[in-house]
């Protein structure tokens, strides 16, 4: 930035303006009553004696119907003092351009004028900071993460409540991107503790815990759950409910079915809704346990409930690994309209459709149906592919390779992108 010339832009911004009003066939007059500006005001914005405010430019642009992107590379001149003997930003006016700019897109525009906030005083973070927020508050999420991020990147007092802040915020814009959220769930994790307010920390452990779940990292799960658990105690039932249900799910994994199911009894009576999620929970448990004599109750309690998605992966494992093939085929033709309807943007439900489709393509492979097998085992790569679920998405891999007879050569190409790079022969 040390290198542009603010008072260049400003006689090139009027010299613009000046071509595109004489090519408009309006006068100046008639351009500053369009803008509501007077005539005089006018004058002397165009004669470099007066400032243009944004506002005024953005009008200018809507009269003159003048290219919006190259009039805000000029505008940069005028967030600056024009009087002024020494380089010095105007702050209100930088802060205003810098989130008009990020609103529509022109980031490049306004990252100069960040960089040089930046060189007065790394105190200025916490400016970027602040417009990261009113962006993050007019739901620009986009622009948003980039100054989330920079806050992130450039900020030395990692105790600042805005440093924790960023990487709160940060992830919540990154985490319905597995892959990509991984390194900011990290960040969070650090600082979750050093978030300002207890409501943060609540909503933050939340969603942790979530993507730890849609992660299957159970130990991290556990960790979150606890925390949550901890930090809800005695202040929000409900969510002190999903910090026991989340480390049931983190225990049951990790085969401790008793702390399991103990678990589903202290959320029992929070409330009618995690009472469902407490015998549906705890059917599940016992199932996984070897309990397969609790299959009908749990099928009844899916469809009860509508929620065919849950049942899935512990009856079809259940049935496969017994060989109860008739058993499995019946389950599926009865279970699919009990499922909840498809979602990209549910990360759980996303989760319980791959187990569907892997399990079902499992199934149809075990009695020769081997075409249409081939097609659930695109749709669950696919998913496993969104969710960053690589030990299911290689499962489902193999079984496409071994059964590579059956497909097509668009399914074959559709595959060789999925792989691309990776260490499957294709």
Not at 44 to 52: A, G, R
Not at 85 to 90: A, E, I, M, P
Not at 324 to 347: T, V, W
Not at 349 to 367: D, G, W
Request: with cysteine; hydrophobic share 40%; net charge negative.
């Amino acid at each position: 930035m040390g290198e542009f010339d603010y008072r260049k832009a400003r006689v090139e911004l009027r010299q613009r303006i000046q071509e595109c009003i004489a090519g408009s066939g309006l006068s100046s007059k008639a351009v500053a009553g369009r803008i509501q500006l007077t005539e005089p005001t006018f004058s002397k914005i165009l004669n470099n004696k007066q400032s243009i405010r944004l506002k005024e430019l953005d009008a200018l642009i809507g009269t003159l119907e003048l290219p919006e992107e190259d009039f805000y590379r000029h505008y940069i001149g005028e967030c600056y003092q024009a009087d002024a003997d020494t380089r010095k930003l105007k702050l209100d006016r930088a802060r205003e351009f810098v989130i008009t700019s990020y609103s529509k897109g022109y980031m490049e525009l306004a990252n100069p004028l960040l960089s040089e906030l930046l060189d007065i005083s790394k105190k200025n973070i916490r400016i970027i900071y602040d417009i990261a927020e009113e962006l993050y508050e007019k739901q620009k999420f986009e622009a948003a993460k980039v100054l989330y991020r920079r806050v992130i990147q450039e900020e030395t007092n990692l105790l600042a409540d805005h440093y924790s802040l960023s990487c709160f915020k940060y992830f919540l814009i990154m985490k319905s991107n597995i892959r990509e959220a991984y390194e900011p769930s990290i960040d969070l994790e650090r600082h979750v503790e050093q978030l300002p307010t207890r409501e943060w920390k609540i909503e933050a452990y939340f969603w942790l815990a979530k993507y730890s779940y849609v992660t299957e990292d159970w130990d991290r799960l556990r960790r979150m759950a606890r925390g949550l658990i901890e930090v809800t105690y005695g202040y929000n039932e409900e969510m002190y409910g999903y910090g026991l249900l989340y480390l049931g799910f983190a225990v049951h994994r990790k085969k401790d079915f008793d702390e399991a199911i103990r678990l589903t009894y202290q959320y029992e009576n929070i409330n009618l809704e995690f009472r469902d999620y407490a015998i549906g929970n705890r059917l599940i448990y016992l199932i996984d346990r070897g309990e397969t004599h609790y299959v009908p109750e749990l099928i009844a309690y899916a469809k009860r409930l509508k929620v065919g998605q849950n049942a899935v992966r512990p009856i079809m494992s259940s049935y496969l690994n017994a060989n109860m093939l008739k058993e499995a085929g019946e389950f599926l033709a009865d279970i699919s309209e009990y499922m909840s309807p498809f979602n990209q943007n549910d990360l759980i439900l996303l989760k319980q459709y791959l187990h569907f489709y892997y399990l079902k393509a499992v199934y149809l492979l075990r009695i020769d149906e081997r075409t249409q097998a081939v097609s659930d085992l695109l749709q669950a790569i696919e998913i496993a592919e969104k969710l960053n679920d690589y030990n299911l998405m290689k499962k489902c891999l193999y079984l496409f390779l071994e059964n590579r007879q059956f497909t097509t050569t668009e399914q074959q190409e559709v595959v060789k992108l999925h792989v691309k790079g990776g260490d499957f022969p294709l």
